[in-house]
C-alpha cells in the first residue's frame, strides 16, 4: 500500500527520491505548506540564503563543484523574481538545477493576486524546460522529469511551478516515485556517430598544426580524462575557454593558456594559425572568436557537442559530431590506439616550437605585462599569484564578474576540473560568494576561496549572514581598486577616459569592520611585501570565514586584449605595445 | 536575418498537446531574433499531439539554427523543413466582400467562382466567401476583386504536408 501524503510531503519525499541532499531556498506565503513538510523530516538539509538570487547561485555552486544537480525552493511572486538571474546564469553555463517556485492558489492564477507573478512565462527563455502542478499526485512523475532534464543532454535549469493548493495539508493522495523516466520527445543524443568521428581522425592525422580547444563540456561531461589522454597520445597543443579552465591542468606542459578576449597570446596565436581546431565541448562564444569573419583563417574545425544548436551556430565546423564528450573521446582514443598512424612527427615539432617561441615573448609568466609591485603598489596579478601560492594551488576557486575574474582566469593554475566556478555565459556580478557558499557545504573540508571585487561583493553582500549562520568557512579575496574595473578599463581604452558612473568615490564600507559585524575575521592588505604573510595568516584560520580586503592598483588592465572587430591574434599586449 | 530574397520556409512541428508548449515555440522565435510570417496549429488524429505549420523566410544557416533550436525543445517531437522537398501547401481565407449593387454581387459571384471558392453567407450587403489555396492564389482573389470593397480577411496560414508515403509521426 502506497503511503498516503499530501502535495507538501509528496514534494519533499520526492526530492529525497531524487537524490537531492541540500536545498537552497527562501519561504514566503506560497511555499508554506512545502516548509512545513521540510521541517518534518530529516534528511534534506534547508539552507536559509538571505536572497532568493543567492539561493540559484549557491544551488549552481553546488552543481558545478561536485557535478549533482543543485536544487532550489522560493515563494511566489518576488520571491521567483528574484531567482531568475542565478537561473539564467545556470541556463547559459549549462548547469543542472531544479528550482521550485511556490506559486498562487489555482483559482487565483491569472486574477493579480497577492505575490502573483506569472513565473513560467517570466523564466521561459532561460530555462530548458519548465512545468505547473495541476495535481499532488503528479508531483512525482514531474520531480523525476525535472531531475533528468535537468541533468542529461546538455544540461540546464528546469523551473517548477507548484500552486499552494496542490500542497495542501488535507488533500492526501498515494505516494509513488517512477522507477524510470521516459520522454518520447526528449531524447539526447548517447554516443557519437562512427563515421563522423572517422572522419575527424581522418583530420587528426593529416594535421600540421593542430590545436585542441578544449570548453566547459568537458568539465560538465566529465571528460577531462579523455581529453587529457587524447592531448597526451597527439601531443597536441591545448587551450581552455574561459569555462574549460582545469579540465587540463593549468600546468601542464601543452597547456598553452586560456584563449579569447583575454587569453594568453600564445593560445591566440596558435589558434590563429592552427590548420585544424578540435573543440571539444566549447561553443564558439563571441569572446572566444573575436570577428567571426577573420576567425582562424587556415583551419578545418572538428566540433564535438552534445547540443547539435552549439555546433556551427557562430563558427561553421567541418566535421560536426554530435554526442557525449566522454564517449566521443574514448572512441577516438580507442581508434588512435588501435593504429599505429600518427601525425607528421616533425611538423609537429616545428609548430611546438613556434609555440614555444609565442610564449617565450609574450606568455603571462614569461614576459609579465605589467609593472611590478611594490610597497603601497599592489598588482592584482600579483594577489592571485600569491594566492595561488598560499592555497598550493588546490583551493577551489569562485569568482564573480570583472577584471578580477580575468586574473583569476589567467594567473590562477587550474588543475583540476570543477575547480574554478565562474559565471562565464551570463557574465552576473554577485555570482562568487554564494557560489563558494555551495561549493563549501559540498566540500566542508576543502579551501574554498571567492575573488571578487568591491563591486560585484556588494551584489550579493548579505550573503556574509548566511556564512554567519552556517559557519561557512568562505576565504573572501577582495581585489579593491575603488572601480568597475572592468567598465574603467574600457572606459580608458574607448571613451578617453571618461569614468561613466564607474567610480566608488568615499561610498565604500570599510571591509574589515563589516566582515567583524557580522563575526567573521577582517584583513586589509595595502603593502605588497606583507601580502603573503598576511594571506598565510587568513588562510590559516580554518574555520573561520576571513573576508581579506586587498587595495590594488585602481589603473591596471587586463592584457592581452583581442582587438574588436580583428582577428584571433589581433591583441593588445599591454597598455602600449600590440600585435 | 530574413534578407528581402531569402526563401520561404515551412516548417512542420510536431508537438507535445501541452499547456506552455505553444509559447515556448512561439517564445523561441522572438527570443533568438526570428520572423514567424503565418503560424498554425491544432491537435492531431492523437490527441496528446499537436501539428504546428510555420512559415519563415530566411537563409540555409538560419533555418538550420531554427531546426535545431526547435528540436532541442523538450516538448518537441520532430521537426521538418517540408519546404525541402515535395510537398503540397494550401491555406484557408474567409473574406467579407460589400456587395451591394447588382453589378458588384454579380462581380463577387464570379471571381469566387473563377477561383473555385464559396459563397457561404449572404447579406443584402455582403457576401461572406472561403477560399483555399496557396498564398499566391489568396492574393490573386483579392487582387481580382479590383475596386470592390473588402470589408474583412481571416486568413489560417499555410498548411502543409510532404508528398511521401513518410508520415511524420511518433
Known amino acids: 500500500m502506497a503511503d498516503m501524503l499530501s502535495g507538501g510531503d509528496i514534494l519533499v519525499r520526492s526530492?529525497?527520491?531524487?537524490?537531492?541532499?541540500?536545498l537552497f531556498g527562501y519561504p514566503g506565503g506560497a511555499a508554506l505548506h512545502i516548509y512545513d513538510a521540510i521541517f518534518r523530516q530529516q534528511a534534506i538539509r534547508h539552507i536559509l540564503v538571505r536572497h532568493e538570487q543567492a539561493a540559484t547561485h549557491a544551488a549552481d555552486g553546488y552543481a558545478r563543484a561536485t557535478g549533482r544537480v543543485g536544487t532550489v525552493l522560493v515563494t511566489s511572486g518576488p520571491g521567483a523574481t528574484n531567482a531568475i538571474t542565478g537561473i539564467a546564469t545556470a541556463y547559459m553555463d549549462s548547469i543542472p538545477m531544479v528550482v521550485i517556485s511556490g506559486q498562487v492558489m489555482s483559482h487565483l492564477i491569472g486574477a493579480d493576486a497577492f505575490q502573483e507573478t506569472d513565473m513560467l512565462g517570466i523564466s521561459r527563455p532561460v530555462v530548458k524546460h519548465s512545468f505547473m502542478v495541476k495535481r499532488p499526485e503528479d508531483i512525482p512523475a514531474i520531480i523525476a522529469r525535472s531531475f533528468y532534464i535537468a541533468r542529461t543532454g546538455r544540461p540546464g535549469p528546469v523551473v517548477?511551478?507548484?500552486?499552494?493548493?496542490?500542497?495542501?495539508?488535507?488533500?492526501?493522495?498515494?505516494?509513488?516515485?517512477?522507477?524510470?523516466?521516459?520522454?518520447?520527445?526528449?531524447?539526447?543524443?548517447?554516443?557519437?556517430?562512427?563515421?563522423?568521428?572517422?572522419?575527424?581522425?581522418?583530420a587528426i592525422l593529416q594535421a600540421k598544426r593542430p590545436v585542441l580547444y578544449i570548453g566547459g563540456g568537458t568539465v560538465l561531461g566529465n571528460a577531462s580524462e579523455p581529453a587529457r589522454r587524447l592531448a597526451e597520445l597527439l601531443n597536441?597543443?591545448?587551450?581552455?575557454?574561459?569555462?574549460?579552465?582545469?579540465?587540463?591542468?593549468?600546468?601542464?606542459?601543452?597547456?598553452?593558456?586560456?584563449?579569447?578576449?583575454?587569453?594568453t597570446y600564445e593560445a591566440n596565436m596558435a589558434m590563429h594559425h592552427a590548420d585544424l581546431i578540435i573543440s571539444l565541448g566549447a561553443r564558439f562564444d563571441d569572446r572566444t572568436t573575436n570577428a567571426?569573419?577573420?576567425?582562424?583563417?587556415?583551419?578545418?574545425?572538428?566540433?564535438?557537442?552534445?547540443?547539435?544548436?552549439?555546433?556551427?551556430?557562430?563558427?561553421?565546423?567541418?566535421?560536426?559530431?554530435?554526442g557525449p564528450l566522454d564517449r566521443v573521446v574514448e572512441e577516438m582514443i580507442r581508434l588512435l590506439e588501435s593504429s599505429d598512424q600518427r601525425p607528421d612527427p616533425a611538423a609537429l615539432e616545428q609548430w611546438w616550437q613556434q609555440c614555444h617561441s609565442w610564449r617565450a615573448q609574450h606568455g603571462l609568466f614569461v614576459r609579465p605585462n605589467h609593472e611590478p609591485s611594490q610597497g603601497s603598489l599592489i598588482k592584482p596579478q600579483d594577489v592571485i599569484k600569491t594566492l595561488y601560492r598560499v592555497t598550493e594551488g588546490d583551493a577551489i576557486i569562485t569568482s564573480d564578474v570583472g577584471q578580477h575574474q580575468m586574473f583569476a582566469a589567467q594567473y590562477y593554475h587550474f588543475n583540476r576540473p570543477r575547480q574554478w566556478l565562474n559565471s562565464g555565459g551570463l557574465g552576473t556580478m554577485g555570482y562568487g560568494l554564494p557560489a563558494a557558499m555551495g561549493a563549501q557545504f559540498a566540500y566542508p573540508e576543502a579551501t574554498v576561496a571567492c575573488v571578487t571585487g568591491e563591486g560585484s561583493i556588494q551584489m550579493c553582500i548579505q550573503e556574509l549572514s548566511t556564512c554567519t549562520q552556517y559557519h561557512l568557512p568562505v576565504k573572501i579575496v577582495n581585489l579593491n581598486n575603488q572601480a568597475l574595473g572592468m567598465v574603467r578599463q574600457w572606459q580608458d581604452m574607448q571613451y578617453e577616459g571618461r569614468y561613466s558612473e564607474s567610480l566608488y568615490e568615499e561610498s565604500l564600507p570599510d571591509f574589515v569592520k563589516l566582515a567583524e559585524s557580522y563575526g567573521h575575521v577582517g584583513v586589509k592588505i595595502t603593502r605588497f611585501e606583507e601580502m603573503?604573510?598576511?594571506?598565510?595568516?587568513?588562510?590559516?584560520?580554518?574555520?573561520?570565514?576571513?573576508?581579506?580586503?586587498?587595495?590594488?592598483?585602481?589603473?591596471?588592465h587586463v592584457y592581452p586584449m583581442q582587438i574588436a572587430t580583428g582577428s584571433m591574434r589581433d591583441m593588445w599586449i599591454n597598455k602600449t605595445e600590440r600585435t | 536575418m530574413a534578407t528581402p530574397t531569402a526563401p520561404v520556409r515551412i516548417l512542420s512541428v510536431l508537438l507535445e498537446n501541452e499547456p506552455g508548449a505553444l509559447s515556448r515555440v512561439v517564445g523561441l522565435f522572438s527570443q533568438r531574433g526570428y520572423n514567424i510570417d503565418s503560424l498554425?496549429?491544432?491537435?492531431?488524429?492523437?490527441?496528446?499531439?499537436?501539428?504546428?505549420?510555420?512559415?519563415?523566410?530566411?537563409?540555409?544557416?538560419?533555418?538550420?539554427?531554427?531546426?535545431?533550436?526547435?528540436?532541442?525543445?523538450?516538448?518537441?517531437?520532430?521537426?521538418?523543413?517540408?519546404?525541402e522537398g515535395p510537398h503540397i501547401e494550401r491555406e484557408l481565407m474567409l473574406i467579407k466582400i460589400r456587395a451591394r449593387s447588382p453589378e458588384s454581387r454579380t462581380e463577387v459571384a464570379r471571381c469566387v467562382q473563377i477561383f473555385r471558392g464559396q459563397i457561404i453567407d449572404v447579406a443584402p450587403s455582403y457576401y461572406t466567401c472561403l477560399l483555399v489555396g496557396d498564398g499566391t492564389k489568396l492574393d490573386a482573389f483579392i487582387a481580382a476583386l479590383g475596386d470592390i470593397?473588402?470589408?474583412?480577411?481571416?486568413?489560417?496560414?499555410?498548411?502543409?504536408?510532404?508528398?511521401?508515403?513518410?508520415?511524420?509521426?511518433?
Open chain 2, 40 to 83: 498554425n496549429v491544432a491537435p492531431t488524429e492523437d490527441r496528446s499531439l499537436s501539428r504546428l505549420t510555420l512559415t519563415t523566410a530566411c537563409d540555409d544557416a538560419v533555418v538550420e539554427q531554427i531546426t535545431k533550436q526547435l528540436n532541442k525543445l523538450v516538448d518537441v517531437v520532430k521537426v521538418q523543413d517540408i519546404s
Open chain 1, 532 to 556: 603573503e604573510g598576511q594571506m598565510r595568516e587568513a588562510f590559516a584560520l580554518r574555520d573561520r570565514l576571513v573576508f581579506i580586503d586587498v587595495q590594488v592598483d585602481p589603473a591596471e
Open chain 1, 292 to 322: 567571426t569573419e577573420k576567425y582562424c583563417p587556415d583551419a578545418t574545425i572538428v566540433h564535438v557537442d552534445i547540443d547539435p544548436a552549439s555546433i556551427s551556430k557562430t563558427v561553421n565546423a567541418h566535421v560536426p559530431i554530435v
Open chain 2, 149 to 170: 470593397r473588402v470589408l474583412e480577411v481571416v486568413r489560417s496560414g499555410l498548411s502543409g504536408i510532404a508528398r511521401s508515403e513518410k508520415a511524420m509521426s511518433l
Open chain 1, 160 to 202: 517548477v511551478d507548484i500552486p499552494k493548493d496542490t500542497t495542501h495539508p488535507h488533500l492526501k493522495v498515494p505516494y509513488t516515485y517512477p522507477e524510470a523516466v521516459q520522454i518520447r520527445s526528449y531524447q539526447p543524443t548517447v554516443r557519437g556517430h562512427a563515421g563522423q568521428i572517422k572522419k575527424a581522425m581522418a
Open chain 1, 236 to 263: 597536441f597543443p591545448v587551450t581552455n575557454t574561459l569555462m574549460g579552465l582545469g579540465a587540463i591542468a593549468g600546468d601542464d606542459p601543452r597547456n598553452l593558456g586560456m584563449l579569447g578576449m583575454h587569453g
Open chain 1, 15 to 22: 526530492l529525497q527520491d531524487a537524490g537531492v541532499d541540500i
